[in-house]
């Protein structure tokens, strides 16, 4: 019985063991002398930037979303700080580093929430730097992604894939889009003038 009884418990002890040691050990840093989880230190990176952000503070906030990538790269909040860096450059009127960090989430967080809306912002970024062509190829891609719901921001894309059409002198390739557009644009004499422009352009073809 008792051999038994001591049989029982040794298993019970390895079973134990073998289930503790397959378990990944959660990963911690240490922060001012304390040991925290990774995801708790980085979220309060995070947070202590946001709190600059939210406040206007750009440059400080700057330093601190980039020290945060430094210290904190494989975070959930990476997507983030990268979006919220593009959004800083962008308000700063520095277009070549907002592009660099929308083209980051686009091309190294596909599958982020913010990607659509990093998409959209590379193609703006693209159409301030005057390179139409990958202004027009990066909106149509957010045009395909683009929910429904936000008819406004698919006319403007739509707005700035024509214009970039045009640009390029492919002023037959722009008329669909200005047409698409026109239906979402809230203003109805931009409207209006964005139908009657797509119009005269496939009208000059049946003129050919």
Same mark, same amino acid.
């Given at each position: /019985?008792?051999r038994g009884?001591?049989?029982?418990v040794w298993l019970?002890?390895?079973l134990?063991l073998a289930?503790?040691?397959g378990?990944?050990?959660?990963r911690?840093v240490?922060v %001012?002398?304390?040991?925290?989880? #990774? +995801?708790e230190?980085?979220k309060?990176a995070f947070?202590?930037?946001?709190?600059?952000?939210?406040k206007?503070n750009y440059k400080?906030?700057l330093?601190k979303y980039?020290?945060f990538?430094?210290d904190f790269?494989k $975070?959930?909040l990476? %997507?983030?700080?990268i @979006?919220r860096?593009?959004?800083?450059?962008?308000a /700063?009127g520095d277009?070549?580093?907002?592009?660099?960090? @929308?083209?980051?989430?686009?091309s %190294?967080?596909?599958? $982020?929430?913010?990607?659509?809306?990093a998409?959209f912002k590379?193609g703006?970024a693209y @159409?301030?730097? +005057?390179?139409?062509? =990958?202004c027009?190829e990066m909106?149509?891609g #957010?045009?395909k992604?683009? $929910?429904a719901? =936000?008819?406004k921001r698919?006319a403007?894309?739509?707005t700035?894939?024509?214009?970039s059409?045009?640009?390029?002198a *492919?002023?037959? %390739?722009? &008329?669909p889009?200005r047409?698409? &557009?026109?239906?979402?644009? +809230?203003?109805?004499?931009?409207?209006q003038?964005s139908?009657?422009r &797509?119009? *005269?352009?496939?009208?000059?073809v049946?003129?050919?």
């Amino acid at each position: /019985m008792v051999r038994g009884r001591w049989l029982r418990v040794w298993l019970l002890a390895a079973l134990s063991l073998a289930v503790f040691t397959g378990c990944p050990k959660q990963r911690t840093v240490v922060v %001012d002398g304390k040991e925290i989880p #990774y +995801e708790e230190a980085a979220k309060n990176a995070f947070d202590a930037a946001e709190a600059s952000f939210s406040k206007t503070n750009y440059k400080p906030a700057l330093e601190k979303y980039e020290a945060f990538l430094k210290d904190f790269p494989k $975070s959930s909040l990476a %997507d983030d700080a990268i @979006f919220r860096i593009g959004v800083i450059h962008e308000a /700063m009127g520095d277009v070549p580093n907002a592009g660099r960090a @929308f083209g980051r989430i686009v091309s %190294d967080y596909p599958g $982020s929430d913010l990607a659509s809306e990093a998409r959209f912002k590379l193609g703006v970024a693209y @159409f301030r730097a +005057e390179r139409w062509n =990958d202004c027009a190829e990066m909106l149509k891609g #957010y045009e395909k992604r683009a $929910s429904a719901l =936000d008819p406004k921001r698919l006319a403007n894309a739509r707005t700035l894939i024509a214009e970039s059409l045009e640009r390029l002198a *492919k002023p037959l %390739d722009a &008329a669909p889009y200005r047409l698409r &557009a026109a239906k979402g644009l +809230e203003d109805a004499v931009l409207a209006q003038w964005s139908r009657e422009r &797509a119009l *005269k352009a496939l009208h000059g073809v049946t003129d050919v």
